[in-house]
């Protein structure tokens, strides 16, 4: 155990540009991955550059094919489909990467602290399991209705419904932790348990956190589409690839374009992040990719 | 010795483990680990507990440092007693009672330096810090004889014995009064067995430590117990000087352990009592005497009464009907 982490410590950090190479070649989905990503965080900074106004109404050209002037054709309003998919990405990546972030933080000392504590773990953990018993696009509906559409209420909406699983992960991690002979050495030479948390129980969560992260991230941009796409999500205003897709389902069978490419960037993205995840899982934690 | 101040007082303590069963994991029953046992150890001195596998020797370890809860009974260390004490409380006074693990391979956390898991007491009670804490850190190497230069590796650097080396500067660095070792060394080589046992032994006479040692090898006991207390299903049913326990053992059951221990036979095969039958469960121990279902001497008042632990000679105390004093002081003979 302890050389295999060693090993892809090692592994992560490559020393000369040989070793990255040699690294690159062996974690292809990782490389690939971020790549897709990098080049989807590239689009979404330089949205105003790379596109025109994604709001702009021009009822002459409504429902127009892809050409050369609309890559990806126009919407019913005449609304240019490729500055929307393009200012799309930023929402789905901020989404993303907020809920993965927040969820990740709750949960995790929510994990720490059940896991850690009995008495909080029968309190905490019966809140987790009534929440998880709720369907996370109901739950986000509900909050979505409940008050006033904004980006910020939409991220905390899907954000809830992601805590329980990411606090079981971690709560499964620091009671598998908590009873090796090391956490009982720090107990009796004195250490605090606040210390005890931090520095012997939370280094064991970070690799299959940062796993179960990706995941969050890209059940996170899914579940926000779907949101739009019911139309409780981001408030029409603010381009998603969802809303997009909403809008666009009325005139599916006559302007398809209208669908398909907010449709294909979202698979894209969302495959991206996945083969990240997978591929992190696979160098962070061997010993499950081997069993699967 | 035995005018030196007590360091450990241990009064009738008990651990009873609950048995949960069934769909509201009602408590069925008790393992009673540990049932009523007491012992005193000084300063400078080793007290040995020795006993078969089960027997409660590693709860009355984990016990005494509360890692296990005690159900009843009270163990003064320095006086106070720490059964009663809040957390904080305990976690002061944990600074007069370390402990050194079986296993020197889990027992450090294998992501911190060599140099942070032995520093990690000092820096619990603030004994030092900056330089001053490296300079500690390097000074417990050295008295473990470890090279000052090891505290950047990482505990898979190192082999079995200088891990326990390490879990041994890690007991030692915040000048305790009580070491209690639960089997440090039964997961060493034996070459390596000694390097350890005696390294404990120089430390104690240096720093005039109290150990409790736990452990089932009557060869590492004899070799660094002042005292041994002989354990049988959580009970101590003999506890007498090395020299009393190893040369006349008393307890029908202290002789058939030391009748199992190998040594060479160079006078003949020797006399061995070889007991019949299987430990009893502890959760439902024998009436009367708890060995009375394997002694070779089994008297019918051996099922009624429960024997006591008494004094039969200075120092040697035994728990067995077949050993009360006789006129002259001294132990009555078996048969």
Same mark, same amino acid.
Request: hydrophobic share 45%.
């Given at each position: ?80 489909? =490729?500055?929307?998919?393009? =200012? ?28 850690? =504590? ?72 004195? /250490? ?12 064991? /969560? ?7 992260? /990706? =995941? ?77 | ?15 009873? $483990? ?17 049932? *009523? ?13 020795? *006993? ?52 020197? @391979? ?100 240096? $720093?005039?430590?109290?150990?409790? $040692? ?76 708890? $060995?009375?279902?394997?002694?070779? @001497? ?38």
């Amino acid at each position: 155990m302890a050389s295999t982490t060693a090993g892809a410590a090692a592994a992560t950090t490559p020393s000369s540009s040989k070793g990255a190479l040699k690294w690159a070649r062996r974690n292809k989905t990782i490389v690939g991955g971020s790549l897709i990503l990098l080049t989807l965080v590239v689009i979404a900074i330089l949205a105003p550059w790379l596109a025109g106004d994604p709001l702009q109404f021009e009822p002459t050209n409504r429902l127009k094919r892809p050409s050369e002037t609309f890559w990806f054709g126009t919407d019913q309003f005449g609304r240019d489909v =490729y500055s929307r998919v393009i =200012y799309g990405t930023r929402i789905s990546l901020i989404i993303g990467l907020c809920v993965a972030v927040l969820a990740t933080a709750i949960g995790l000392v929510v994990g720490v602290l059940c896991g850690f =504590y009995k008495t909080v773990d029968t309190i905490l953990m019966r809140v987790m399991d009534g929440m998880m018993a709720i369907p996370a696009i109901l739950l986000a509906i509900a909050l979505i209705t409940l008050m006033k559409a904004s980006l910020l209420i939409v991220i905390v909406a899907i954000t809830i419904p992601e805590i329980p699983r990411v606090a079981r992960l971690v709560r499964s991690v620091v009671l598998s932790v908590r009873g090796r002979p090391y956490i009982e050495a720090a107990i009796s030479s004195g /250490t605090r348990n606040g210390r005890i948390m931090v520095r012997h129980i939370l280094p064991n /969560t970070v690799a299959p956190l940062i796993v179960q992260a /990706t =995941y969050v991230c890209a059940s996170a941009i899914l579940t926000e589409a779907g949101l739009s796409f019911l139309g409780a999500g981001t408030p029409p205003e603010i381009p998603s690839w969802g809303n997009i897709i909403s809008l666009g389902r009325t005139f599916f069978q006559i302007s398809p374009w209208i669908i398909f490419f907010p449709g294909l960037c979202l698979a894209i993205t969302v495959l991206a992040i996945n083969l990240v995840g997978d591929g992190l899982r696979d160098t962070l934690d061997p010993r499950i990719s081997r069993r699967m | 010795m035995s005018s030196a101040e007590v360091v450990l007082r241990v009064k009738d303590l008990k651990k009873h $483990f609950p048995v949960h069963r069934g769909v509201l994991s009602r408590v069925v029953a008790h393992v009673q680990a540990v049932d *009523g046992v007491s012992f005193e150890i000084r300063r400078g001195e080793t007290l040995c507990l020795v *006993g078969e596998s089960g027997c409660g020797k590693s709860t009355v370890a984990r016990s005494i440092t509360r890692l296990e809860e005690p159900t009843a009974g009270t163990i003064e260390l320095n006086g106070v007693d720490i059964t009663a004490l809040n957390s904080e409380a305990l976690r002061a006074q944990r600074r007069e009672m370390q402990m050194v693990f079986q296993d020197p @391979y889990s027992s450090l956390n294998p992501r911190l330096s060599a140099g942070d898991i032995v520093g990690e007491p000092l820096t619990n009670f603030d004994l030092a810090q900056g330089a001053e804490l490296e300079q500690r850190i390097a000074k417990l190497f050295e008295h473990v004889g470890l090279r000052p230069e090891a505290v950047n590796k990482y505990p898979h650097e190192f082999s079995g014995g200088q891990r326990q080396r390490l879990g041994i500067a890690r007991a030692l660095a915040v000048n305790p009064s009580l070491i209690i070792a639960d089997e440090p060394v039964s997961a060493l080589d034996v070459s390596v067995q000694a390097q350890v046992l005696n390294l404990l032994i120089d430390l104690q006479e240096e $720093f005039n430590l109290a150990y409790l $040692f736990v452990s089932h090898d009557l060869a590492v006991v004899e070799h660094i117990g002042h005292r041994v207390a002989v354990m049988y299903l959580g009970r101590i049913v003999e506890l007498a000087d090395n020299a009393d326990l190893f040369g006349t053992p008393l307890h029908p059951y202290t002789e058939a352990l030391l009748a199992a221990a190998p040594v060479l036979e160079v006078d003949g095969p020797r006399e061995r009592i070889i007991l019949q039958g299987d430990v009893p469960s502890p959760m439902n121990p024998p009436s009367g005497c708890r $060995f009375h279902t394997r002694c070779p @001497y089994v008297l019918p008042e051996c099922k009624r009464t429960d024997p006591p632990l008494l004094e039969v000679a200075p120092g040697h105390h035994v728990a067995c009907l077949r050993r009360p004093v006789g006129d002259s002081g001294a132990p009555l003979s078996i048969a």
